[in-house]
């Protein structure tokens, strides 16, 4: 298992829930790295990104200014810090690395999902 995520769970809207996923670092260090979600009957979607180095990142307008991306590139590792929860952030999330350094939404890796539901 190359990426592994951990972090989803039930939680009231308004809430907050951290995810986290540790990448092996053959797979991750020099790559960005990016959280999508997807419910049922609908495709992935992006949610945020992070480049190689932590310094720039992106994030889809739904979330912008409720979730934070970060990463620790020694732990290779990258977190989705996700305040505010809404009902419509309920779906399956799942980390991925990105075929390049910088974000590119073009991800190549991808972990096992972990389930957010937030109740309303």
């Known amino acids: 298992v190359q990426l592994q995520a951990s972090g989803g769970g039930l939680v009231q809207a308004g809430g907050s829930l951290r995810l986290s996923c540790a990448a092996a670092k053959r797979t991750s260090s020099n790559n960005a790295m990016g959280w999508y979600r997807q419910t049922p009957g609908k495709d992935r979607e992006f949610v945020a990104c992070v480049g190689w180095n932590g310094g720039s990142t992106s994030y889809a307008d739904a979330v912008k200014g409720r979730f934070t991306i970060s990463r620790d590139r020694p732990q290779s590792t990258v977190s989705l810090q996700m305040n505010s929860l809404k009902p419509e952030d309920t779906a399956v999330y799942y980390c991925?690395?990105?075929?390049?350094?910088?974000?590119?939404?073009?991800?190549?890796?991808w972990g096992q999902g972990t389930l957010v539901t937030v109740s309303s």
């Open positions: 991925a690395v990105d075929r390049r350094a910088m974000c590119s939404n073009s991800p190549q890796t």
